[in-house]
């Protein structure tokens, strides 16, 4: 059975500059050496808030960077990074709240005990969830595994899954720094060693 869930309107998410298209934001836009460094946890959350900016959205790059710093004094990397689901959910809920912005959020955290981590099964529930309702999902990953094209220690966003066969691999469609990838999510929930997760406005 192939299956296959994407965001219904992702060119909300595309970046035209100087005949240059972008998916989704980067990291590297960032002013400061720091934020460039750190900055994967605000760029994504910069990603879902402009996705549901479907009125009145400027799609620049100037104004995708004056949103990236205003996520960033929310979303706010410490000495580790956003390295927990909880750290980007709390920055998020602020922003929104400050906002005024009519959002709950969605999480799931992968614990790096595997006796205490939810089935892969509820994992694919969550992400189908999500995209079906037209909402791109923030994904941490604190350790790529054998996945080798996602870089550890790392969020980026999830636009779409896919899988060909019923029982075969789960693979994202995700966009990190202004670029597609293509990732085996199966692969990485087998052999990540560390936490990860996935944050979603709702």
């Not at 709390?90 to 992968?110: C, H, P």
Request: proline share 4%.
């Amino acid at each position: 059975m192939y299956r296959l869930i994407v965001l219904k309107h992702l060119d909300e998410l595309r970046v035209i500059d100087q005949g240059t298209t972008y998916y989704g934001f980067d990291q590297e836009w960032y002013s400061k050496l720091w934020q460039r460094r750190a900055g994967c946890g605000p760029t994504t959350a910069s990603t879902l808030i402009r996705y549901n900016a479907k009125r009145n959205k400027n799609s620049s790059k100037a104004a995708s960077i004056a949103l990236m710093e205003d996520l960033w004094s929310y979303v706010t990397p410490g000495i580790m990074g956003v390295h927990t689901v909880a750290h980007f959910a709390r920055g998020l809920r602020e922003y929104l709240s400050k906002k005024n912005l009519d959002f709950e959020i969605s999480t799931l955290t992968v614990p790096t005990d595997r006796t205490n981590r939810p089935f892969f099964a509820q994992i694919c529930e969550f992400l189908a969830s999500r995209l079906e309702a037209d909402q791109p999902i923030a994904f941490l990953n604190l350790n790529n595994g054998e996945v080798e094209n996602l870089d550890p220690w790392h969020w980026v966003t999830i636009v779409g899954i896919e899988q060909r066969e019923a029982d075969g691999p789960l693979f994202a469609h995700v966009y990190d720094a202004g670029t597609k990838h293509f990732i085996n999510l199966s692969a990485w929930y087998e052999t990540t060693t560390r936490p990860g997760g996935f944050a979603s406005l709702a």
